[in-house]
């Protein structure tokens, strides 16, 4: 569903992403990790033709992102990792706008913007700006907008931030079910037990280059010591060089 086929991307002369290859399949829910600055964010730019590569291409459904753009845009959801929503429009309005902006029939945008108000508990607050929503709040609303035209592709940039427990939970279900349904999901996270939980396979980023990339046994395979019932926190800070990290407490 989501082909990275040499990926790159230099600003300047410094490597952001450095020659990406990955495929995310149907049904899959992928997990991409990595420190702050690891490239994560600008994977997701270029994936969702937000920022063009500088080498490399992006398929989404067989389609060019750089060829056939729109095609390939139509067929997928993004979640940004800053839930951009314009201000001065309505919760309930932000939901019509989407749904207008991917042809959902005007009839299914009558039934499904009240339900997926009520499901996401932003029911009271449908008739509010978005000015006055909290960042949780925009996260969830973002969500509904994804919901509403129902992509077969779904990209996510740090989903969980903001999200109070039970939203937390409510979002994890509706990734389990959608992944069941056969939606192919990326998402980028910090929320070790999301990634172990949730996500079939897992690639850790670090300084634009994928060092690792498989399901947790194989990650725990590949990490340095290899004990049974290493939890992903562990295997994360072996693989990624982070188990040095109590040495940073001498600035306490
Ligand atoms: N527009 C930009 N111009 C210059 N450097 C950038 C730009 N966007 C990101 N970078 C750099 O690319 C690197 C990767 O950033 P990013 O993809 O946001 O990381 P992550 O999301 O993994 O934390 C960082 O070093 C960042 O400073
Ligand atoms: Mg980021």
């Given amino acids: 569903m989501i082909r990275l086929e040499g990926l790159s991307k ?48 992006v398929l989404v459904g067989g389609r060019d992102m750089a060829a056939d753009p729109i095609a390939a845009k139509r067929a997928m959801g993004l979640v940004p990792d800053e839930p951009f929503v314009y201000p001065k429009l309505t919760g309930a309005e932000y939901l019509r706008f989407v749904g207008e902006l991917y042809g959902v029939p005007l009839s299914d945008m009558r ?12 029911t009271p607050w449908g008739g509010e700006l978005l000015e006055s929503y909290s960042h949780g709040m925009r996260q969830k609303l973002v969500l509904a907008g994804i919901l509403l035209h129902d992509p077969k592709i779904l990209v996510l940039d740090e989903p969980m931030v903001g999200l ?19 939606t192919a999901i990326f998402m980028c996270t910090h929320v070790l037990e999301i990634a172990e939980k949730l996500c079939h396979r897992i ?30 926190e562990s295997i994360f800070l072996s693989l990624t060089g982070g188990a040095e990290y109590s040495a940073l407490l001498k600035y306490l």
């Fill in 111 to 122: 039934k499904r913007v009240p339900e997926l108000l009520e499901m996401f508990e932003l």
């Fill in 164 to 182: 109070d427990p039970k939203s937390g939970r409510l979002v994890k279900d509706i990734f389990i079910r959608l992944a069941e349904r056969g």
């Fill in 203 to 232: 690639g850790i980023m670090i300084g634009g280059k994928m060092i690792a990339c498989g399901s947790i046994e194989e990650l725990r395979a590949a990490s340095a010591a290899k004990q049974e019932g290493r939890d992903l």
């Fill in 10 to 57: 230099t600003f300047g002369a410094y490597k952001a992403v450095d020659g990406l290859n990955l495929e995310v399949r149907p049904g899959e829910i992928f997990g991409f990790l990595g420190p702050n600055g690891a490239g994560k964010t600008t994977t997701v730019k270029m994936m969702t033709g937000l920022l063009k590569p500088s080498a490399g291409r």
